[in-house]
């Protein structure tokens, strides 16, 4: 994150710190990237706790700072947090899907110092955007868009993409031209969370991809210097992994609800490590001492064929979690990797997913296609996680 | 060369924030996506920018306390690249 390569040390710093104020939403996206069990969670940190850990990251040298969730505007005391965040000296993020997102709000959010807002759509159309979020709310988004303008701030969109929306690029930033935006990201989904339970369901097929890819590429050039547009592919069709996090444990610090340090949101799942706790921990000795956060920090930990790989200072062998949920041991290569030994389960889970898109083929309304879509609620949470 | 009027007032862009950050011992940019660590010589140059200042009235400044240097055209050269990179906007003077 740093251009200047300068540095006067080399020790890793946490240079973002995630705060994910609460699991708590009012919308149900099947793509949502918290823990499927988020309902166990009930023990969340009070503000004294979140404030305690922003001074502690702050004095190692953290300097962006994220509000996210679940919805981090259900927090009543997210003013108070973004306020001591901005004191601190952080640039302070909010994450937001805009649900509570009114005037008043943003007013007391401005005066408490917020430098960024980010709003999350689900698609550019309000059947499928209503259908995706479980409940009716693209009109107030857009509305919350507008809003920001005012309050001057940026217009910064994200859109999710996957299978039913893909298609629909094009009015995607259409829609973003018409509210104005400043900064619209076509985010594919990455597959964590909920999102991999719903996986046949999202995942694009590559056709898709290419079309999509050219689209944006398009709009790209149409719209220098007005609207900047970012795409994420999908790392299932690449040849090689994401350098997740840019390395496990190396600028990235997530505290989520209930207080456990992670070094990305998804880790949480990984067996056989314990994660510390901010309530029983420095935030210095989470992140410098700490088992958890050493455990895939450099490169001796690496098996064949990352370990003798030169790639792995660029790609650090992908993501640990990824490496877990499709192989079964977080050491391994991510199979993303087309040198992985077990690539082979990213190849058919492309098989799959383009056999489920042949076969929907025609059949455009959402509610209808197979396989049916599994919503993040907690209701659905503590069924999956008995 | 986007080299503006001597007479131009130069401003921080308000997508950033210029701040001294102890961990790095350097002035930064801080903004939506990242940090950018700058050199003394930038941070020279941005520190002075309070919204008021001229691109001569930096110039003038720096050259008073940097009486040796090429003042003149190693400010013109930044403000060039910053400009540039979004990093400051040009006022035109009231
Ligand atoms: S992805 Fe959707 S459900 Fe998950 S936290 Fe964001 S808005 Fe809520
Ligand atoms: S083998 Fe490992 S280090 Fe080499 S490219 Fe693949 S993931 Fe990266």
Same mark, same amino acid.
């Given at each position: 994150?740093?251009?200047?390569?300068?540095?006067?040390?080399? @020790?890793?710093?946490?240079?973002?710190? =995630?705060?994910?104020?609460?699991?708590?939403?009012?919308?149900?996206?099947?793509?949502?990237?918290?823990?499927?069990?988020?309902?166990?969670?009930?023990?969340?940190?009070?503000?004294?706790?979140?404030?305690?850990?922003?001074?502690?990251?702050?004095?190692?040298?953290?300097?962006?700072?994220?509000?996210?969730?679940?919805?981090? @505007?259900?927090?009543?005391?997210?003013? +108070?947090?973004?306020?001591?965040?901005?004191?601190?000296? /952080?640039?302070?993020?909010?994450?937001?899907?805009?649900?509570?997102?009114?005037?008043?709000?943003?007013?007391?959010?401005?005066?408490?110092?917020?430098?960024?807002?980010?709003?999350? #759509?689900? +698609?550019?159309?309000?059947?499928? !955007?209503?259908?995706?979020?479980?409940?009716?709310?693209?009109?107030?988004?857009?509305?919350?868009?507008?809003?920001?303008?005012? /309050?001057?701030?940026?217009?910064?969109?994200?859109?999710?993409?996957?299978?039913?929306?893909?298609?629909?690029?094009? @009015?995607?930033?259409?829609?973003?031209?018409?509210?104005?935006?400043?900064?619209?990201?076509?985010?594919?989904?990455?597959?964590?969370?909920?999102?991999?339970?719903?996986?046949?369901?999202? @995942?694009?097929?590559?056709?898709?991809?290419?079309?999509?890819?050219?689209?944006?590429?398009?709009?790209?050039?149409?719209?220098?210097?007005?609207?900047?547009?970012?795409?994420?592919?999908?790392?299932?069709?690449?040849?090689?992994?994401?350098? =997740?996090?840019?390395?496990?444990?190396?600028?990235?610090?997530?505290?989520?609800?209930?207080?456990?340090?992670?070094? =990305?949101? &998804?880790?949480?799942?990984?067996?056989?490590?314990?994660?510390?706790?901010?309530?029983?921990?420095?935030?210095?000795?989470?992140?410098?001492? !700490?088992? &958890?956060?050493?455990?895939?920090?450099?490169?001796?930990?690496?098996?064949?064929?990352?370990?003798?790989?030169?790639?792995? #200072?660029?790609?650090?062998?992908? =993501?640990?979690?990824?490496?877990?949920?499709?192989?079964?041991? &977080?050491?391994?290569?991510?199979?993303?990797? !087309?040198?992985?030994?077990?690539?082979?389960?990213?190849?058919?889970?492309?098989?799959?997913?383009?056999?489920?898109?042949?076969?929907?083929?025609?059949?455009?309304?959402?509610?209808?296609?197979?396989? &049916?879509?599994?919503?993040?609620?907690?209701?659905?949470?503590?069924?999956?996680?008995? | 060369?986007?080299?503006?009027?001597?007479?131009?007032?130069?401003?921080?862009?308000?997508?950033?924030?210029?701040?001294?950050?102890?961990?790095?011992?350097?002035?930064?940019?801080?903004?939506?996506?990242?940090?950018?660590?700058?050199?003394?010589?930038?941070?020279?140059?941005?520190?002075?920018?309070?919204?008021?200042?001229?691109?001569?009235?930096?110039?003038?400044?720096?050259?008073?306390?940097?009486?040796?240097?090429?003042?003149?055209?190693?400010?013109?050269?930044?403000?060039?690249?910053?400009?540039?990179?979004?990093?400051?906007?040009?006022?035109?003077?009231?």
């Amino acid at each position: 994150m740093t251009r200047d390569g300068s540095a006067s040390n080399n @020790l890793p710093k946490p240079l973002w710190l =995630c705060a994910e104020l609460t699991y708590a939403c009012p919308l149900q996206c099947p793509y949502c990237s918290n823990p499927v069990d988020f309902s166990r969670q009930r023990d969340t940190l009070k503000t004294g706790d979140w404030i305690r850990v922003l001074r502690e990251a702050r004095l190692m040298g953290a300097v962006q700072l994220g509000f996210s969730g679940g919805e981090p @505007l259900l927090r009543r005391d997210l003013e +108070a947090m973004v306020a001591e965040g901005r004191r601190l000296g /952080y640039y302070t993020n909010l994450i937001t899907s805009a649900a509570g997102l009114g005037e008043e709000r943003l007013k007391a959010l401005k005066q408490a110092g917020l430098d960024h807002i980010q709003i999350s #759509f689900q +698609a550019s159309s309000r059947a499928l !955007s209503d259908f995706m979020a479980g409940t009716e709310i693209f009109e107030h988004k857009l509305a919350a868009a507008r809003l920001v303008k005012q /309050y001057g701030y940026d217009i910064v969109l994200n859109f999710v993409v996957y299978r039913d929306n893909i298609d629909q690029i094009d @009015l995607m930033l259409e829609m973003a031209g018409e509210v104005g935006a400043d900064y619209v990201e076509l985010a594919n989904v990455q597959y964590y969370g909920w999102a991999l339970l719903n996986r046949d369901r999202l @995942l694009p097929t590559r056709e898709q991809l290419q079309r999509a890819e050219a689209i944006a590429h398009e709009y790209q050039e149409r719209w220098k210097g007005r609207m900047r547009v970012f795409y994420v592919i999908p790392d299932y069709y690449e040849e090689r992994p994401k350098a =997740c996090m840019n390395g496990w444990g190396s600028i990235f610090l997530t505290v989520a609800p209930d207080g456990v340090a992670l070094p =990305c949101q &998804a880790a949480r799942q990984l067996p056989g490590i314990e994660f510390p706790n901010v309530r029983d921990h420095s935030v210095d000795w989470i992140w410098n001492e !700490s088992p &958890a956060f050493n455990r895939f920090r450099g490169f001796d930990w690496m098996k064949e064929p990352c370990r003798g790989c030169p790639e792995r #200072f660029k790609d650090f062998g992908g =993501c640990r979690c990824q490496a877990y949920m499709l192989t079964g041991d &977080a050491a391994n290569t991510d199979p993303v990797c !087309s040198l992985a030994p077990r690539h082979d389960v990213v190849l058919s889970a492309i098989a799959t997913a383009n056999a489920a898109a042949s076969a929907d083929d025609g059949k455009r309304d959402p509610r209808r296609q197979d396989p &049916a879509v599994i919503f993040r609620n907690a209701r659905n949470s503590a069924k999956l996680s008995a | 060369m986007a080299v503006p009027d001597r007479d131009t007032v130069l401003v921080v862009s308000s997508k950033f924030r210029l701040q001294w950050e102890p961990a790095q011992q350097a002035y930064v940019l801080l903004y939506a996506e990242g940090m950018i660590k700058l050199n003394s010589s930038a941070a020279e140059v941005l520190k002075r920018l309070d919204g008021t200042r001229t691109l001569a009235a930096v110039i003038d400044d720096l050259q008073r306390q940097f009486p040796k240097a090429a003042v003149e055209n190693d400010v013109k050269e930044f403000v060039n690249v910053a400009h540039d990179q979004g990093w400051i906007s040009f006022k035109q003077p009231a």
